[in-house]
């Protein structure tokens, strides 16, 4: 692995750092580390970066890391303040419930984010290419040695570190690696349309001003009939941010991603509230489905010899419910970073694996039984909405708690 000059933190051991995948797990786990001073090589399968995902939400567990990071500025930039969530019933649009977030925000004294998850994605590249991080695209690994440790890339090469992060994703090379077996996420029996309408095909309806209205930024969420649609403005509000979420269709069998027809899913949700069926008119013809799937709580995510460990999706997948996929990501690098920095040499790194899985896997297995609750309860007929188990959620501090916890031995 090259040698990289240290970033202004000053830390006394300078491990070589090996992390699999470049999504924001893995992109977290860089910037955190080389604000540490470690040298951080990323390995990543595609060729190049795309643009994938749609809207995401970061709570003040999540945002408050990329403050201490520095990316305030950046993030205000490319990211809008919720204001609130209100829950309506699925078929006359019935305000249940309004959940402000003013008070809230405030207590936890960091913003609640919306944005783009390319733009989240774009604000931690840049940094973490800032940093000195060292990124080898085209570099796809399937199989590990956990005692080196190393990767082994498809080509037969093989990288060693100190301390490997596998963030490959939810259907992780590393994890079935890991376990011995082949590891594929758990189906949650529902899917989710995800789109992208442009707010200026939108602006044309009176009755959807408040519901696109970027300054203002407030999350609807249409609950009921065996189904929920979760719906904000990204992108200073130059489009809408849809999600639909029902029993699966096209992904019933073993498909991820798939595209729909827009006129499929007017079909089905064509006697909802009006205000909905106006915004799905005009649902673009990259209208995807995506399998929705999580993890079943993972009682170790750290290999044998502990000193590889699975981060982001790869270790926790969860369902979109929590809205936390990406925020405990963040918090995954962050608490490595600062456990890392507690070790006097490389033979601490076992006890600092050991340290991250102890302080990670109450929290991660908490959030990811909260989503499903979430997703079942928002489903049923006589929902009201309330009871969002995520919000307990948002305020927290990781790396504080990465501080102050006792090492393993
Ligand atoms: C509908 C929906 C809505 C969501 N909404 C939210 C939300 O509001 N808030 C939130 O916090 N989260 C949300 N999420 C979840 C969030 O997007 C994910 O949890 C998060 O992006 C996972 O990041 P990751 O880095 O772990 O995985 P990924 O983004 O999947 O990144 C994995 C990376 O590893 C690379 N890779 C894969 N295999 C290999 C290999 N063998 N070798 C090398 N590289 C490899 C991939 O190319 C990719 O770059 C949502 C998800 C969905 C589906």
Redesign the pocket.
């Known amino acids: 692995m090259s040698t990289q000059g240290n970033s202004n933190s000053t830390v006394a051991p300078n491990f070589e750092v090996l992390i699999?995948?470049?999504?924001?797990?893995?992109?977290?786990a860089a910037i955190a580390c080389r604000e540490k001073g470690f040298n951080v090589t990323i390995?990543?399968?595609?060729a190049e970066?795309t643009h994938?995902?749609?809207?995401?939400?970061?709570?003040g567990n999540?945002s408050s890391i990329l403050c201490h990071w520095g990316l305030r500025k950046q993030m205000d930039k490319c990211a809008a303040r919720q204001k609130r969530t209100i829950f309506v019933n699925h078929d006359e649009g019935k305000t249940l419930k309004v959940a402000e977030y003013a008070e809230l925000e405030k207590q936890i004294g960091f913003p609640l984010w919306?944005l783009h998850?390319a733009d989240l994605h774009d604000v931690l590249l840049a940094r973490a290419q800032e940093l000195g991080a060292v990124f080898k695209m085209g570099?796809?690994?399937?199989t590990y040695d956990w005692e080196r440790p190393s990767a082994l890339l498809d080509d037969g090469t093989s990288i060693a570190a100190d301390v490997i992060m596998a963030?490959?994703?939810?259907?992780?090379?590393?994890r079935s690696n890991m376990l011995g077996r082949v590891d594929e996420p758990r189906p949650s029996g529902n899917s989710?349309f995800?789109a992208l309408i442009p707010c200026e095909l939108l602006a044309g309806d009176p009755s959807l001003k408040p519901i696109i209205n970027w300054e203002d930024q407030t999350t609807y969420v249409w609950v009921g009939a065996g189904c929920h649609v979760v719906g904000y403005p990204v992108r200073e509000g130059k489009f809408y941010n849809i999600?639909l979420?029902q029993p699966a269709i096209h992904t019933a069998d073993s498909k991820y991603v798939v595209s729909v027809d827009p006129s499929e899913v007017l079909e089905l949700y064509k006697s909802w509230d009006p205000r909905l069926v106006s915004i799905l008119q005009h649902l673009p013809a990259d209208t995807l489905e995506?399998r929705?799937c999580d993890l079943e709580p993972m009682e170790s995510c750290i290999f044998q010899g502990s000193k590889i460990v699975l981060?982001?999706?790869?270790g926790h997948?969860?369902l979109?419910s929590?809205?936390?996929?990406?925020?405990?990501?963040i918090e995954d690098g962050a608490a490595l970073g600062e456990l890392l920095a507690r070790a006097r040499g490389k033979e601490d790194i076992p006890r600092v694996l050991r340290t991250y899985q102890k302080l990670r896997q109450p929290r991660l297995a908490a959030i990811v039984r909260g989503a499903r609750a979430d997703a079942k309860r928002w489903h049923d007929k006589k929902s009201t909405g309330s009871g969002t188990t995520s919000e307990w959620s948002w305020d927290y501090d990781v790396m504080t708690e990465a501080r102050e916890i006792e090492l393993e031995a």
């Not at 390995?43 to 595609?46: D, G, S």
């Open positions: 699999v995948g470049s999504g924001i797990a893995g992109l977290s390995l990543e399968a595609a970066f994938v995902g749609a809207g995401i939400f970061l709570g999540a919306q998850r570099h796809s690994v399937k963030a490959d994703g939810y259907r992780s090379y590393a989710a995800r999600v979420t995506w929705l981060i982001g999706d790869a997948a969860m979109p929590a809205a936390q996929g990406a925020g405990a990501s």
